[in-house]
Each structure stands twice: as structure tokens, then as C-alpha cells.
């Protein structure tokens, strides 16, 4: 380090660091950490009056195309290796838990239609959500509560997480493939289904979650 | 699945492909996802987009799998049999021709609806396989191999004010002042402290001694405490008298009680 | 993932990809390697006819500077935090505590006394002062040590800091308020000290404090 930067570090517990301080700074904790920090995080281990906005604009432009790179995961970023780049690492690799189909189209009914309501999630695949399914989806991380609908019966909402989009590599649910094309055709619609329209059979769920999906039932057929 | 019930259904089925997927459907039928999924995998057969599906069709081939499944005496879970009873009621809807009288949405409008949904779920089946084909954490892209826990340093200020310090002065400044265990009864000799008095002082005394002399000095004045060193040194000398150490008199009533020491030739 | 970069991949498959190319392999490799690699251990995992050690040069140059520093372990290298970086690493939490009673009297009495031995304030407090208290009271910086006792020993005496007038608002150790002055602010009310009778207000101190409070106790009964 130069005398110029020892000056610089020094300064800094008086001002704010230089902007090209303040890049090394959130280099090197984007770096040290696994999980996406977003700017509040890294601008409270900062020195006062930081402003890491900026700095990560520099940064992110600075890593553009190298073998990693810094990605934006909702509100916060995280250095990933670059995609093209992960047959050298395969010795790295953990086996992730297979999804059912059930899980995945779920997943993806969530992604697309979030907040959605489990009546929400059964109407489009026309099938029972088995809980399982859920449970599975929450425990990965995917998956979260969101706000409870404000339709009779108040169902529980289900969103995905910062960990979903860190895994698929999306910035913002903005940007889930096809979303515009999907929204064009009117396929994100919630159209009520119309009068006697079958819904997904009661057979196989226990007590419980039958009990669930009559609370949310209210919401398809109630109005 | 027996060869004889195969061949034996070999004419329901005009062509290959179609005879494919509704094997497809039998063997597989614990497979599927439910009645829409059924649906959807049996509209393929129609081989238009899903937009343009004949529905009238698509309630055919979907009632005729239901036979199928119960000549099989493959049970079927009751949303496919609910599924089958809609989709007869569809059908009937969509041949006869419309009666005015009936509410609720026509046979167009049910067939409208049942293609939206195929429809749909089409398009979230296609997008959840885009998603799953993502560079995808841990498989393509990566994370820190060793990410640094941030330390969280605990830092213990430890603070006192004023108030305190001078507290803690002057309690151990005044700790003689408190005498724990003891309660507060400073105008009460007791019977103890008679009895080390008077033990202390009759050794120095051969003869008849008022047992008032024996109150120690500071309880003479005060009436309250005269009172209870008078009381607790009689009870004293009782006590003497009774252990054999001492002789009490009283010439009169209320007159001056005296005591003597006996000597150990007395005893 | 531009075409080019494809067309990288691809040829890297029968010939060793470009020098900028093998730079961003391991800078990735290292990335997520938890244990640091040597270049032949790279080398295995990368294209045939790769020579990482020619794109180590590249890389290590490339950080030099930077918020995060490509340092050589042995035969190894690894991705470290910038030295001067390291307090991003930590987080503090600042928690305020009441100092315990002992060093309370034990402080009461050095700014009423000083210069006083050690043995001086076990004999007011009746109670030998342990090593402890004060070493916390040091640590603290409001004692320090004063002229040694030109008395048998020598004994070492303890005085009460500029930085302790600050905390208690003092100008000099004589403003302190003495015993009748403490009485007539009604500071000296004859109830016993807190602790020398068991009462229902021992139940919400903690350990320390009730551990103390029995070591003061052995003075009271022992007289």
C-alpha cells in the first residue's frame, strides 16, 4: 500500500474514504462473505459518512467479464464465478436435493404469480398442493410468506426469496424469463374460474390442510 | 397391464402416437398431476396450438381414458371421475344448442376457460424448465469458497455514577453502625448482659450488695432502660441464686433486695 | 456470455485457451476453493495445454491494490483481505454495564484515600480486594498508580485518573463530599447495605454480585 492510501485510511476516521477506498472496502467484504450483503449492511461496517452506492457501481464494472463476478440479487450484490466457468469447478459441487415436478412447477407458479395463495397455486396446476411440497420449498429457502390476502378467509401469501434469485441468477423477479410475453397473453391473469369448474380433489390431504383450503377456497368461490 | 386386454382395445386408438400417449396415461396414471395434467398431455394429440384446441374433442378423449382407466379397473382418484361428470356436462353444452333460460356461462364460455388454463399451465411448465436450465448456484456459478465470519466483537463499558461511588464510600465507611442480626432495642439490657455483669462484679463483693448497684452505668437515668436493666438484672440474680452462687434477701415489701455471694464452703 | 467467449470455451477443447482466458479460470478456481490451490492442481482442472502459472503473474498484478490480494500459501495461492481492510471483518457492539460493588468501594476508596496501598483499602473494606477489581478499574483507566509507600515494602499505591474526574464530573478529588455532608444529602440512611440481610431484592442480581456479596459477609460475621 502506498503512503498516499495510508494517508487515505487514516483521513477516513474524520471523513468519508476516497470513493476508490471505499471500492476496496466493499470488494473486500462482498468478497469475505457467502451471502449477498446489501449496501445498508456493508455501508454500517463502513467508516462514517461512506456511500457505497457509488463505489459499487465501479466495482461492478470492474469485474465485468473476469471469472467472477459481482452480481446484484434484489437489493444486494455478491461475487459469483462467472457461469461460463463452472466446469472447472465441479470438484466444488454438492448435489443439490432433486425437486419433484410438483415442487418445481410450484416454484415457478410462485415466481410468476407471487404473492400467490395455495388456492392460487392448486387452480392453476388443478391439483392439491400436498404440503410436503411447501415445506420442502420453504426449507431450501425459495420460498417465504408474503402478505396475507385481503380476501375472505385472509390466506397466506407465498413469494420467493433472495436466495431463490441468487440461485437462478436473477436480479430482480423483473426479470424471470418470458414474464413480458406471459403478462402480453394474459396468462398471469387471476381469472375466477367460472361457475362449477371442478377444483383440485380433497382426497388424500389430512385434517389440516383440508381445513387450510377451505379458508382459502373462500377466496375463489366467494366472490 | 395384460397383452390380451391391450389388443383387445388395439381399435379405440386410430393411430400410433395417439395409442402412445393414452398408454402413456394408463401406465402412468399415478404420475400424473392431476386431471389438468391429463387433459393437457391428451390435447397434444390434437397437434394445434393450444389457442385454437377443439375442447369438444379434448372432453371425448378425456371420457374415453376414464372408460379405459375403469375397463382396466384402474382405480381413478375422484377428481378425475369429477372431471369426466364436467366435462359430459361440457360436451352436452357445447352440441345442444343453447337454452335461453339457463343462467350461468355458456358451453363457449366453459370451453374458453378450460383452454386458458391449459394454456397456462402450459407456459408456467415451460418456464419452470427455463428456470431450472439457469446458470444455477453451485452448479455453474459459485460462491466464496471460504467466506470470513465477521467477528462480533463485544465490548463491555462498564460505568458507575456519582451517586454510586459516594454510596460505597459511605457504606463501608458506616458499616460499623450496622450490626446485622440485631435488632434495634437499645433501651433493653438483657438478660445476658445482666448476668456477665453481675458475674464480673460479685467476686469483688463479700457482703449484702443492693442488686441495684449492679446496673450498669448509662442504664440509671433514662427511666425506659432503668426499668429493663432493673428487671433483666433481678432475673439475673434469680439465676445465680438458682445455679447456687449467690444468696438474695428482702427485709420488707418493696424494700431494696440484696445479694451475697456464697463462697464454695457454703455451696 | 458474448459468442466470443463461447468460441473460447469451445476451441479451449482441442487448444490452450488464451492467456486473458486462463486468468479468469483461476480466478474463479481460487474464488471458490476453500483450501488454497497450487498451479498444478489448477492446471489438472483446466484445458489441456494451460500453464496457469504465466496467467498467475496477470492476476496477482491485478489485485495488487486491491480490496482483496491474491497471496501465495507455500506452493499455494488463495484470495486474503487486504490487511488494512481487516476491521470491515468486525463488528462491535458496545454494551454498558453497572460496575460491581466491590469495584465501586474499591474506586470510593482510593479517590477518598489516595494515595492508597493496596493494603490500605483491604483494611477499610474489611474484605482483601481482589486482583481483578483492580485490574478492571485500571483498564478502565481511573486508577493508576501513584508513588510507592516509603513504608516496610514499599507497598505500591493506586490514585485516581484525570479520566475519572471526567466520568464523575469532579475538578479535584476534594470536591468529593464527606461523610457528614453524605448524611445531610440523606445519602447515609442507617438502613443496611444492600445484601447483609437475605431479602427478596437478592433474586435479581446476578452471580457476581451475590458471589461478592458472600465474600463481604465472611468480614461481617467474623468480627
Known amino acids: ?223 | 397391464m395384460s397383452d390380451d386386454s391391450e389388443r383387445q382395445d388395439d381399435d379405440m386408438w386410430e393411430t400410433v402416437a395417439e395409442r402412445r400417449a393414452a398408454e402413456a396415461l394408463i401406465v402412468d396414471v399415478d404420475g400424473f398431476e392431476g386431471p389438468l395434467d391429463v387433459l393437457l398431455t391428451l390435447s397434444r394429440t390434437q397437434k394445434v396450438d393450444l389457442r385454437k384446441i377443439s375442447v369438444l374433442t379434448l372432453a371425448e378423449q378425456y371420457l374415453a381414458f376414464v372408460e379405459k382407466a375403469r375397463s382396466l379397473r384402474i382405480e381413478l382418484a375422484a377428481d378425475y371421475l369429477v372431471m369426466a361428470a364436467w366435462l359430459a356436462f361440457l360436451k352436452s353444452r357445447l352440441l345442444l344448442p343453447p337454452d335461453p333460460t339457463e343462467e350461468g356461462p355458456s358451453g363457449e364460455e366453459l370451453a374458453a376457460h378450460l383452454a386458458f388454463q391449459l394454456e397456462r399451465l402450459q407456459a408456467m411448465r415451460q418456464r419452470a424448465a427455463q428456470l431450472m436450465a439457469r446458470d444455477r448456484l453451485g452448479r455453474d456459478r459459485f460462491v466464496r469458497g471460504v467466506p470470513e465470519q465477521v467477528e462480533l466483537a463485544r465490548n463491555v463499558t462498564y460505568t458507575a455514577s456519582l451517586l454510586d461511588l459516594m454510596q460505597g464510600y459511605a457504606r463501608i465507611r458506616t458499616r460499623d453502625e450496622f450490626r446485622p442480626f440485631v435488632m434495634d432495642r437499645e433501651s433493653i439490657l438483657t438478660m445476658e448482659e445482666a448476668l456477665d455483669q453481675l458475674r464480673g462484679m460479685i467476686g469483688y463483693t463479700g457482703d449484702w450488695v443492693d442488686i441495684i448497684s449492679f446496673i450498669p452505668d448509662g442504664w440509671r437515668r433514662d427511666p425506659k432502660k432503668r426499668r429493663s436493666a432493673t428487671a433483666s438484672t433481678f432475673a439475673a440474680a434469680l439465676e445465680l441464686v438458682k445455679a447456687g452462687k449467690a444468696t438474695l434477701r428482702q427485709s420488707d415489701t418493696f424494700a431494696p433486695i440484696h445479694l451475697k455471694p456464697r463462697g464454695p464452703d457454703e455451696q
Open chain 1, 1 to 223: 500500500m502506498s503512503s498516499e492510501d495510508q494517508d487515505a485510511v487514516e483521513e477516513s476516521l474524520f471523513q468519508a474514504p476516497p470513493l476508490a477506498e471505499q471500492e476496496r472496502m466493499i470488494e473486500a467484504m462482498l468478497f469475505a462473505s457467502a451471502e449477498p450483503l446489501s449496501l445498508r449492511e456493508m455501508s454500517a461496517r463502513m467508516p462514517h459518512g461512506s456511500d457505497p452506492a457509488e463505489a459499487m457501481v465501479l466495482l461492478r464494472k470492474r469485474y465485468e467479464g473476469r471469472g467472477v463476478t459481482l452480481a446484484r440479487v434484489g437489493d444486494s450484490y455478491a461475487f459469483r464465478t462467472a457461469p461460463d466457468l463452472g466446469f472447472l469447478m465441479s470438484r466444488e459441487t454438492t448435489e443439490t436435493r432433486k425437486l419433484s415436478r410438483a415442487a418445481i412447477e410450484t416454484l415457478a407458479i410462485i415466481a410468476y404469480h407471487q404473492p400467490a395463495t395455495r388456492a392460487e397455486i392448486e387452480e392453476i396446476r388443478g391439483v392439491s398442493v400436498s404440503r410436503g411440497t411447501i415445506d420442502q420449498l420453504m426449507e431450501m429457502e425459495w420460498i417465504r410468506f408474503g402478505r396475507r390476502k385481503m380476501t375472505p378467509g385472509r390466506p397466506v401469501t407465498y413469494m420467493v426469496t433472495d436466495a431463490f434469485m441468487d440461485h437462478f441468477g436473477l436480479e430482480t423477479v423483473r426479470d424471470l424469463p418470458g414474464l413480458k410475453e406471459l403478462r402480453a397473453a394474459g396468462l398471469l391473469d387471476s381469472r375466477p374460474p367460472l361457475g362449477s369448474f371442478p377444483g383440485p380433489g380433497e382426497t388424500e390431504e389430512d385434517l389440516d390442510e383440508a381445513m387450510e383450503r377451505d379458508e382459502d377456497q373462500g377466496d375463489m368461490f366467494g366472490d
